[in-house]
């Protein structure tokens, strides 16, 4: 980011890089500690590394309510320094973003520990910010879920072919219902369907539109499931998808999905050879389905190594596993992001793999490198979104700066692949930011997904979150650019 990067780089690398890292995260520790203690992000510094569903927190609800946000205008030729989204009290987790034709774009993210100046709000609850002027200001975060019970997983995104209806998704009642919703007036009002009472575990879900063809693809342990509708809402079917890996899978997790312009729908999921710890390879898919989600076909496209081992950082056993991103261009084109490592030896870093298909999902390119990060970087969370025929933006975290820190790296193709920009470190650090965010990096990843946007001016628009570990304190970040 900075001369201070190469400093702590320099220090990194040193004999001391483990004494030197342990002082680092000390401090960061110490620091969100005090941070907690003055009344940041949850009311007391002895919940840092417990953030669990459920908990919510007196001194959450009662923290004064957030107003609007302004961001920062966007560099010449780059990303705009990045402003943290939604509630500055509890914790903010995996944020969702979408842009539309109208210069709306909403964020979707789950709020943890309880809702300032909501009482009868759970943990987690679905929270919604919206921007009208494309990303310059935002409205104060409003929950829009208050009468179900908890959510999570955010799912969000406009339907392209009129610009303008907005749909979400989440996982509600312990994760055994599907909720999806819809807004014809720009997040001020939902109409909400159950499209799926499980009565069992369920995870992942994700979010695909096109017209009165509304798509929600996710797992159920070993198997994927899809509820979809063809009338807008009105009706809803969920049908179980082929389970891929001959039966041999004990966890499939969606990653991606996407409705092209001639009604096909594609879901790209990874599926584990071994749950628990994560021993075994994680398989990534495509599902396609041609004939408006009635049967579905499984094509292989990768097979990862077991993730690494991130138990330091409290994180859950897949992790900073293999996972994909899917997205498709105005021609139909579909995009493939994934990270994967090598099957030996197990628990190896991870690389950013990169496909496409031009022909429906039958066949897909030799996959490429995206990222330029060197040797035993870890690399996860891909994010991609597509626009007009040729034009796709990738984004994802990788921790090459060293010291264990994190960063956010973006690039982006007019030829579908075929070439691609530099890359640009779109994490920014700015006085006022928490003590896990520094001018080299962040402390980790703070959820096991972000997600970019195309708004129709061609500008991309990116959320993802940041904090000191898996459990908390963590927050949101929004940045724009080019």
Known sequence: MDSGGRAIDALMAGPSARLQRALVVSMAVLLAALYLGAGGLIDDATDK???????VKPAVVAAQPDGP????????????????????SGDQWEPAIAADRL??????????????????????????????????????????????????????????????????????????????????????????????????????PILAVR????????????????????????????????????????????????????GDVHFAWDGYEQSGNAKGPANIYVSSSRDGGATWSDQLLDVSGSPPDCSADLCGWAYLGAQPALASDAAGALYLLWNAGP???KGAPERMWFSRSTDRGTTW???????TAPAGTNHAFPAIAAGAAGDVRIAWMDDRVGGGLWNTYYRSSTNGGGGWSAEQDVSTHDAGMPPYITSVGFEYPFGDYFE???????????????????????????????
Do not use: M
């Open 103 to 204: 210069g709306h774009i909403y964020v979707l993210y789950a709020q943890y520990f309880g809702v300032p100046g909501c009482p009868e709000c759970l943990s987690p609850t679905q929270v919604l910010t919206v921007s009208s002027d494309r990303g310059s200001t935002w409205s104060a975060p409003e929950p829009i879920q208050v009468e179900f019970e908890k959510g999570w997983d955010s799912q969000i995104a406009v339907d392209p072919v009129d610009g303008r209806t907005v749909w979400a998704a989440w996982l509600d009642k312990q994760k055994s219902d599907i909720v999806v919703a819809r807004s014809n007036d720009f997040g001020a009002n939902w109409t909400r369907w159950v499209v799926d009472d499980t009565n069992a575990g369920t995870d992942k």
């Open 211 to 262: 017209g009165q063809h509304v798509y929600v693809a996710y797992d159920h342990t070993q198997t994927n499931w899809v509820s979809y509708t063809h009338d807008g809402g009105e009706t809803w079917r969920s049908v179980k998808t082929k389970s891929g890996g001959n039966g041999k899978l004990s966890w499939s997790l969606p990653g991606g999905g996407t409705v092209t312009p001639n």
């Open 452 to 482: 970019i946007d195309i708004d129709d001016e061609g500008t991309t628009h990116v959320i993802n979150g940041q904090g000191l570990n898996y459990d908390s304190p963590g927050s949101i970040w929004y940045t724009r650019g080019d």
């Open 49 to 55: 590394a417990k953030r669990r569903s459920g908990q």
């Open 343 to 345: 099957l030996r030896p």
């Open 69 to 88: 946000a302004i961001a920062p205008a966007a560099h010449g030729g780059g990303f705009s320094t990045q402003v943290r989204l939604g509630f500055t």
């Open 365 to 371: 390119s030799a996959k490429v490198e995206v990222s």
